[in-house]
């Protein structure tokens, strides 16, 4: 089960200019701060206003496939303002025990649907509101409150107690078992620094800007945009012709290292990895699918052709699929067909997942799966 929300209508948008630019896309991409995206399109605006986010709606119009499907997929469900999901009617009288570290976790509806926690003995007026949810409840949905420091940068504060499976079960945040509290503010969460709840807003949004302890200019999710980035340029072309200039993945520029850079810039690339990590390779590395897929010789073997969109749809669910549709590109390089790959002994036609690229067990209860594709 999916939150069901009560969507903000998307910022509409103004001053759409007469020229013709579409180079910023490919700079969202090889780019993960964002930072040179900002530079890039302040020199090309010498010439014409850049192009800004239209909000996905805006696609649908003439994209209807690709955003009905894009809808099911958990990227439509990355952040959430909590008093606009159900959430606080799951959290609500609950009370929770983090264990002996943490104290109870007392739950409370506040004013316009808001969700508060306070920790049963701890200081009276602490009462914290979470604010957002992160994750589209699938495996999990993990909440943060954002404040201001005495220094004025805005941090985080990622909460002891997430919601796990769809809202079916409540339990301590994966990672937190072993926290020790040393403020007052610990009690309630691990506090996050500046620079990585900018990064961990990044990942999850379209786009947002955080400052003075609050986010503004908010596209929550990972939308159409995120990918093929602003789009305010191709709607006004595509709105003037039916065959509109190349826009995104449409660019002659656009390739597999694209796409890998892309996709890797959320589910994480090696290069934010430690040596010794990637040396050892431990379960929890399972969770960061380019890593594994990168280590395959289905990709050092395929001249590097084999990339996430050779297995996965990016506008359509994985958890969508049958058992047929998701073993549909192993046979086809390895099938009897393909005579350039070879079979497997064991068995050529079903199962490849469970032998070649298991699902490991995280914790509570999420899986993910191993795609350092291999013979164990
Ligand atoms: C007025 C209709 C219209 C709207 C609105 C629209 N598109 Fe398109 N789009 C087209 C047409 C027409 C094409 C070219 C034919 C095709 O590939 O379907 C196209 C092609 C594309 C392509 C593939 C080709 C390329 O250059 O990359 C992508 C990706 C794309 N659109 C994304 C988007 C996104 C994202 C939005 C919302 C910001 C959007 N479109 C809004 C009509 C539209
Ligand atoms: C802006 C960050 C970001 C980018 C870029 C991104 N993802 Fe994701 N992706 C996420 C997050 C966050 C989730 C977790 C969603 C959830 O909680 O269920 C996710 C979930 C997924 C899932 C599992 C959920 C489902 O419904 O299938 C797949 C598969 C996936 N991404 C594939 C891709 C592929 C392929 C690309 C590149 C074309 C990509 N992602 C690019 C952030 C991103
Ligand atoms: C580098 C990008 C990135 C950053 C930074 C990031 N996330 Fe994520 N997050 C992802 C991706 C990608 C997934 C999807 C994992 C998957 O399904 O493979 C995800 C999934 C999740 C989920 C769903 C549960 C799960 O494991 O699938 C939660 C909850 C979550 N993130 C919370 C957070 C919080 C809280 C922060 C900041 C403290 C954060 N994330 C920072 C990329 C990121
Ligand atoms: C996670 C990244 C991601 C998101 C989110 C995303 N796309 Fe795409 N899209 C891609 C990639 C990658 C391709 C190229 C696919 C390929 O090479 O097979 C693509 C291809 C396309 C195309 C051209 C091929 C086709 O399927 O018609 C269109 C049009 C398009 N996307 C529209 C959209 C719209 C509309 C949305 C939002 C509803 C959206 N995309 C969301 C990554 C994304
Ligand atoms: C783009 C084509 C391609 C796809 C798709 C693909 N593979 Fe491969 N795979 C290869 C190549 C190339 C090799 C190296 C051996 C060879 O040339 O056949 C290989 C090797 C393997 C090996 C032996 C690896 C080792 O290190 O011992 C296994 C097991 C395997 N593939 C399973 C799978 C499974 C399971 C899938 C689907 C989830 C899959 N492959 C999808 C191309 C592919
Ligand atoms: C050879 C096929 C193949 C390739 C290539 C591939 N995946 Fe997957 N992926 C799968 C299969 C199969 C599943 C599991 C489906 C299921 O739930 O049973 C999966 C699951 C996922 C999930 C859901 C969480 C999990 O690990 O179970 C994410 C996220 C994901 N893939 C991201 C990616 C990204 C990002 C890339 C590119 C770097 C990629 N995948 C490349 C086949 C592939
Ligand atoms: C019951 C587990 C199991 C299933 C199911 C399975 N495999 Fe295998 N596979 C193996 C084992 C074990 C080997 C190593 C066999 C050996 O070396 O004698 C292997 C080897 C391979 C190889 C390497 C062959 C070589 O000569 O190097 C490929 C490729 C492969 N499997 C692909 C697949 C694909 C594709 C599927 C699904 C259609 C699949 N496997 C289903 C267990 C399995």
Same mark, same amino acid.
């Given at each position: 089960?999916?939150?069901?929300?009560?969507?903000?209508?998307?910022?509409?948008?103004?001053?759409?200019?007469?020229?013709?630019?579409?180079?910023?896309?490919? &700079?969202?991409?090889?780019?993960?701060?964002?930072?040179?995206?900002?530079?890039?399109?302040?020199?090309?605006?010498?010439?014409?206003?850049?192009?800004?986010?239209?909000?996905?709606?805006?696609?649908? /119009?003439?994209?209807?496939?690709?955003?009905?499907?894009?809808?099911?997929?958990?990227?439509?469900?990355?952040?959430?303002?909590?008093?606009?999901?159900?959430?606080?009617?799951?959290?609500?009288?609950?009370?929770?025990?983090?264990?002996?570290?943490?104290?109870?976790?007392?739950?409370?509806?506040?004013?316009?649907?808001?969700?508060?926690?306070?920790?049963?003995?701890?200081?009276?007026?602490?009462?914290?509101?979470?604010?957002?949810?992160?994750?589209?409840?699938?495996?999990?949905?993990?909440?943060?409150?954002?404040?201001? @420091?005495?220094?004025?940068?805005?941090?985080?504060?990622?909460?002891?107690?997430?919601?796990?499976?769809?809202?079916?079960?409540?339990?301590?945040?994966?990672?937190?078992?072993?926290?020790?509290?040393?403020?007052?503010? !610990?009690?309630?969460?691990? !506090?996050?620094?500046?620079?990585?709840?900018?990064?961990?807003?990044?990942?999850?949004?379209?786009?947002? /800007?955080?400052?003075?302890?609050?986010?503004?200019?908010?596209?929550?999710?990972?939308?159409?945009?995120?990918?093929?980035?602003?789009?305010?340029?191709?709607?006004?072309?595509?709105?003037?012709?039916?065959?509109?200039?190349?826009?995104?993945?449409?660019?002659?520029? *656009?390739?597999?290292?694209?796409?890998?850079?892309?996709?890797?810039?959320?589910?994480?690339?090696?290069?934010?990895?430690?040596? #010794?990590?990637?040396?050892?390779?431990?379960?929890?590395?399972?969770?960061?699918?380019?890593?594994?897929?990168?280590?395959?010789?289905?990709?050092?073997?395929?001249?590097?052709?084999?990339?996430?969109?050779?297995?996965?749809?990016?506008?359509?669910?994985?958890?969508?699929?049958?058992?047929?549709? #998701? &073993?549909?590109?192993?046979?086809?390089?390895?099938? /009897?067909?393909?005579? @350039?790959?070879?079979?497997?002994?064991?068995?050529?036609?079903?199962?490849? &997942?469970?032998?070649?690229?298991?699902?490991?067990?995280? @914790?509570?209860?999420?899986?993910?799966?191993?795609? *350092?594709?291999?013979?164990?």
């Amino acid at each position: 089960m999916r939150f069901l929300l009560r969507l903000p209508p998307y910022v509409a948008v103004a001053g759409i200019s007469s020229t013709v630019i579409f180079a910023c896309t490919l &700079i969202v991409r090889s780019n993960p701060s964002g930072k040179l995206l900002a530079q890039e399109t302040a020199s090309i605006a010498n010439t014409a206003p850049a192009a800004v986010y239209v909000g996905k709606q805006v696609c649908g /119009e003439c994209h209807q496939e690709n955003y009905q499907s894009h809808a099911k997929h958990g990227h439509a469900g990355t952040f959430f303002d909590v008093s606009q999901t159900e959430l606080p009617d799951i959290f609500a009288s609950q009370s929770i025990d983090g264990g002996e570290s943490f104290g109870v976790y007392q739950y409370a509806l506040g004013s316009n649907h808001s969700l508060n926690v306070q920790v049963q003995g701890a200081d009276q007026d602490a009462v914290l509101p979470l604010q957002y949810a992160l994750g589209s409840g699938h495996n999990a949905q993990t909440f943060l409150t954002l404040f201001q @420091s005495d220094d004025g940068s805005t941090r985080g504060l990622e909460h002891r107690i997430s919601c796990y499976h769809g809202g079916t079960q409540l339990g301590l945040t994966v990672g937190h078992l072993n926290k020790s509290v040393d403020t007052p503010m !610990e009690i309630y969460g691990d !506090e996050i620094e500046p620079s990585t709840l900018q990064r961990c807003i990044y990942c999850h949004t379209t786009t947002a /800007e955080v400052r003075s302890g609050a986010i503004t200019n908010l596209v929550a999710n990972v939308n159409c945009e995120k990918c093929h980035g602003p789009g305010s340029e191709h709607v006004r072309l595509a709105r003037e012709s039916p065959t509109p200039p190349p826009y995104s993945v449409g660019q002659a520029t *656009w390739d597999s290292e694209s796409e890998l850079q892309l996709c890797g810039d959320c589910h994480r690339l090696p290069r934010s990895l430690s040596k #010794k990590e990637l040396r050892e390779y431990p379960n929890t590395l399972t969770r960061f699918q380019p890593v594994g897929m990168l280590m395959s010789n289905c990709y050092l073997k395929s001249n590097r052709q084999l990339r996430c969109t050779t297995c996965h749809d990016p506008h359509g669910s994985v958890h969508q699929l049958d058992e047929v549709q #998701k &073993i549909e590109a192993c046979r086809d390089c390895h099938g /009897e067909s393909n005579p @350039s790959h070879v079979p497997c002994p064991v068995n050529n036609q079903t199962g490849c &997942i469970e032998c070649h690229m298991p699902a490991i067990d995280q @914790s509570q209860g999420i899986k993910f799966h191993d795609h *350092w594709i291999r013979v164990r």
